[in-house]
């Protein structure tokens, strides 16, 4: 199963629950993953961008389209400090909020609560 059947199977609480029961995995699990692979449908994001993001509490395309750029810069400092030892500025130019942001904002919901 790759992220696009995750995305596909995973959009909805039922079809959630329905991998849940069929993989063996927690519900919260399979939810983490089927929001990981929505915030993928974004350009040129990928692992590298999305577990730091999610790290610093922007674990849905939802949150990433209504943040706040200087908040989630302070979130993201938080999250390098503490697990790479490294200021944010080291990775301004690899993730780059902005274009995040706004294309969380322009990217259709399909994600069902």
């Known amino acids: 199963m ?7 199977h995973g959009r909805t609480s039922v079809g959630r629950s329905a991998l849940a029961k069929l993989t063996g995995l927690s519900l919260d699990f399979v939810t983490s993953l089927a929001h990981r692979a929505d915030i993928a449908r974004l350009p040129y994001v990928r692992r590298k961008t999305i577990l730091p993001v999610c790290g610093a509490g922007y674990d849905t395309l939802a949150k990433i389209a209504a943040a706040d750029l200087s ?12 697990t790479q030892g490294k200021p944010w500025k080291n990775y301004k130019a690899v993730i780059v909020l902005k274009g995040l942001v706004a294309g969380a ?9």
Not at 105 to 113: G, K, R, S
Request: charged content about 25%; overall charge negative.
């Open 2 to 8: 790759n992220s696009f059947d995750i995305l596909e």
């Open 71 to 82: 908040q989630m810069e302070s979130a993201l400092d938080v999250y390098f400090q503490r």
């Open 105 to 113: 904002q322009a990217l259709p919901v399909i994600m069902e609560e």
